[in-house]
């Protein structure tokens, strides 16, 4: 898509609605069998439709053995598949019986539409009807044909009421495909594999790419499994995308570059120089103001200013978009201004990314109306990124940790719903193929924002699996997502998850058992199901210590701190579920060789236990052994006295005494009093709203390894009711968080409660009094707000009736 039409046309793009509804293959009705057609062209094809044409022939080769041929002569006799845009339809002497095109809103035949259809009339035998409105309609009218297909060994057949006429509702439908070593997939993979990769998502309706570069240092350097140089591969992910005519974006970020200086602007402009001289293609550039970069905005615009013109001296339709990644408040004030009053030409859209300090439809009001919005959603993490996962268990999060596999099809769904009518369009954030259900959904979201969500899973179980998995696969992905939904101790619903994966598990023949997409819902099915013994494991352990320790003032100190010690030791005898264990492993390794997949930074060359490495995370300690221990090594050579009071100070670390109250806050379990509205319906970003936020696996309390969190200038508030009008309450309270933010505590709005603390010594929590003006009519609200930092974080909150 090139500049001027983006600025031209995107308005009304982003309008456009889709003309049909996808209505799926009915399973019972008439069917025509395609294992002997012929895939008709026509006799002046353009390279695209040639290459969608050719795709069709070689992803039904791939699922049933049969190699259909692609000719630009009518067959005599015989089922066709037309494959063609309404430009160059092949010529056929009776005419065909071709659906009107979708329309746009303005009534011309909309950008990229398609339909797929079949003509029992005009000849003989069935004509399938695969036309796009323009070439690359033909690689989407492909898409639903694969889609609606149903591909067994040696079969292939489509339901013969198969009738849509649709075209997408936005024009911008992109991944971020980044061949880096700190990908979990993509460095493993050599050109076929981005190509394959590349069919997959056009399938689901993706237009787009965006390529991440090798111009940091870090990223240039060959990681282990690479086997393709970085800058190489950028050049040819540019000529593949081409050839498909998908257009090319490109991440820029300014990395170890201060371009206020003119040596370094100098140089970083002479580096895009030569890589934009080394792209065939390149549609749009999107230059992030942060994560990473972090240049404030009267130095970044006048910089891009100059890199337009670099970039359109060699693509002169490029793009060129930035985002406000990272902007402090006064950062971002000043660049809705400088926008609102210079409209300057040389900036095609603005992007709304992760760690933006206001919602996208804010950012739609202030920009001014000649730049699109494109939404940059984070859709390949679960913690400390844009999307948390709501509610999420800890034991997950200790585990299972950042960047797992994660299919979140209805929760993305809605997160697309919410954030899409501001925007024309995505290009979805992503380090891998964790999120490989994620980005089906946002393509397939973004081209019909109502498709319907388990629809969709039945055409990725029925497209990636196999017909005869299409309605269990899309319940167990469906499954996955619902065991992350409760608590995991009580959620029997993930065993049953376990048990729908291991039915399939049983049938399925070597290939199926080969297919990776396969492999990770088996993996993540597992995985899950043993984190829950564990943790069932290891609550009762942790129980039975701490019943030890509480017997210490009838048994004596050191009876107690010996008998707790033996209870913990039983997480040393023996292995919990080993079965599942064993299973775990083997499907890291199967999914290490399908697909390049790190699951490991010792086994697999995964570039750190964040980026996906859920094999390093798998024995994470559930409980508070680390921190029992270690307090009970500190009580051991102290008099009984003060062995007593330490071990009684453990057993009742949690306890407020009568009247009071206790939250543990990022423990969806243990945080009654948490303020969530707006919430995460409303509010999946939280940007407004309080989340829960988890650090990585550690030797100290899981308590403070969590911690209720809100962004920037957002308050984090705890609300009390029900209370003691004429009681003293005192907080007590633990503060920490990977922000290490200051913080200031205001009551009922009005009475100051500490003017700018800092985090909390670890094990020795403050105290404030409240004053009785706050809780004379029964209620409490406390509100945290920034004074420094990310944002407020609060561990644990005691409310102490004195």
Known sequence: MSHTLIQAEVVLACLAVTLAVLAPCSANGPKIDLGSALIVVAAKASPVELKAATMLKEEIAKRTGIGLKVTSDWP????????????RLPAFSGGLGLPAAPAGKDGNAAAEGCVLAVDSKTRKAPTILAIGNDQRGTLFAVGLLLRRAEMREGRIE????????TAPRYPMRAHQLGYRPKSNTYDAWDVAHFEQYIRDLIVFGMNSVEVLTALDPDDAVYGPLMPVDPWQMTTELSRLLDSYDLDVWLWLPLQRADVSKPAD???????????????????Q???PSGDPGDTPPDVLLPYLGELAAVLRKHHPKAGLWVSTQGFEPDERDYFYRYLQEKKPDWLTGVIYGPWARDTIEHMRQEVPAKYPVRDYPDITHCIRCQYPVPRWDQAFALTLNREPIMPRPRQYAHIHEVNAPF??????????????VNKMIWSARGWDPGADVKQLMVEYGRYFVGPDFAEQVANGL??????????????????????LWQEMEQRAGPKTLANWRFQQGLYRAYYDAYVRQRLMHETEVEEQALGWLAEAPGIGPDAALQAARSALKRLDTGEVAPHLRQRIEELAGALFKSIGMQ??????GASGIERGATQDSLDAPLNDRPWLEAEMDRLAPLDDEAKLAGILRMVRWEDAGPGGFYDDLGNATKEPHLVLEPGWAKDPGFVLSAQDEFGGPSDTRLSWECQGQTLYDAPLRVRYEKLDPNAQYVLRATYCGRFNTVMKLVADGQYVIHEAQGPTKLGEPMEFRIPRQATADGKLELAWTRVRGRGPQVAEVWLIRK
């Open 478 to 499: 469906l499954a996955l997502e619902e065991n992350w939904t409760k608590p995991l101790l009580k959620n029997e619903g993930v065993d049953k998850t376990l048990g």
């Open 423 to 436: 925007s024309c369009g995505f290009a979805t954030y992503s380090d891998g193929v964790n999120d490989d």
């Open 158 to 165: 489509i339901s013969a009421s198969v009738n849509i006429s």
């Open 76 to 87: 005599v006799e015989g089922t066709a598949i037309v494959v063609a845009s309404r430009e």
């Open 285 to 287: 550039v999107n230059v």
């Open 265 to 283: 602007r100098k140089r970083t402009l002479e580096e895009r120089d030569r890589l934009f001289a080394s792209m065939p293609r390149l549609d």
């Open 599 to 604: 699951l490991s930074v010792r086994k697999y």
